[in-house]
C-alpha cells in the first residue's frame, strides 16, 4: 500500500492559471516534501513542509508557489500563474523511518 | 552544497548478466544517507536499496548490491542476473542526516536490459 496518493494524475491547464496539486499521505507523517522533474531531467527539490510551515525551500520555489496542509491531512501545491516551463511531473514525498516515500507523481502539461 | 553525479547517462546490459552502474557525490558532512531509486516508465520513485554512511558493511537486497568507497565518495549500484523488468530510469540520491532531510539527485543512468 503506497504511503502516498497523489491527486490528479495529469493536470492539463492554460498558462496563467492557477493550479493545485494534492497529496495525501496514508499515515501520519510530520515532514513533506515537493520535488519537481522537468521531462528527461534529473528530480529537483522544490521544498521541505515541517510542522505546518515551510522549513526549506529551494530557489526553484519562487512567489509563485505556495503549500499548505489546509485541513491537516492534504497537503497542496499551488502554482499561482502558470508558465510553459511549470510542466513537469511533480512528486509529493514523505519522511518516515529514515526514507522518503514517493507519490506517483502528477503531469502538470502548461498549454 | 552537496552535488551528486551520475556520469552514466545510458547503459545496456543482456538479461541474466551483471551491470554497474556509476554515483559520486560531495558533501563535508560526515552523516548522511546514500540511496538507489528507480524510476519505470510509469515514473514512480521505487527504492531500491539505501546506505547509512556510518555503516563499513555495504548493503544488499536480493540482486542488488552497493559499493559503497566513503573516502572516495563513490557510491555505485551492482545489478546481478538483470532482468527485463529492471529497464528503467536509475538516480543516485543523497540526504544529510540533519535538517530538513532533502534530497539531492543525480542526472539519472536509463538502463536498457536486453533480451
Known amino acids: 500500500e503506497p504511503e502516498v496518493t497523489q491527486t490528479p494524475s495529469h493536470q492539463v491547464t492554460q498558462m496563467g492559471q492557477e493550479v493545485i496539486l494534492r497529496c495525501v499521505p496514508i499515515?501520519?507523517?510530520?515532514?513533506f516534501y515537493w520535488y519537481r522533474q522537468i521531462l528527461g531531467q534529473k528530480v529537483e527539490f522544490l521544498v521541505s513542509f515541517y510542522n505546518n510551515e515551510i522549513s526549506e525551500k529551494s530557489e526553484i520555489f519562487d512567489d509563485q508557489f505556495s503549500v499548505e496542509r489546509p485541513d491537516g491531512s492534504n497537503f497542496t501545491l499551488k502554482i499561482r500563474s502558470t508558465k510553459l516551463e511549470d510542466s513537469a511531473m511533480y512528486f509529493c514525498?514523505?519522511?518516515?523511518?529514515?526514507?522518503?516515500?514517493f507519490g506517483a507523481g502528477t503531469r502538470l502539461s502548461v498549454l | 552544497a552537496q552535488t551528486v553525479t551520475q556520469s552514466q547517462p545510458e547503459m545496456s546490459v543482456q538479461e541474466a548478466e551483471t551491470v554497474t552502474l556509476s554515483c559520486t557525490y560531495d558533501t563535508s558532512e560526515n552523516n548522511y544517507y546514500l540511496f538507489w531509486y528507480k524510476q519505470p516508465p510509469s515514473r514512480q520513485m521505487i527504492l531500491v536499496i539505501r546506505q547509512e554512511a556510518y555503516k563499513q558493511q555495504n548493503a544488499t537486497e536480493n540482486r542488488f548490491s552497493v559499493n559503497f568507497q566513503k573516502a572516495a565518495k563513490s557510491f555505485s549500484l551492482k545489478i546481478s542476473d538483470s532482468q527485463l523488468g529492471d529497464t528503467a530510469m536509475y538516480f543516485c540520491?543523497?540526504?544529510?542526516?540533519?535538517?530538513?532531510?532533502?534530497?539531492?539527485f543525480g542526472t539519472g543512468t536509463r538502463l536498457k536490459v536486453l533480451a
Open positions: 514525498a514523505v519522511f518516515g523511518t529514515d526514507i522518503q516515500y
Open positions: 540520491a543523497f540526504t544529510i542526516t540533519s535538517g530538513t532531510y532533502k534530497y539531492i
Open positions: 499515515s501520519n507523517h510530520l515532514y
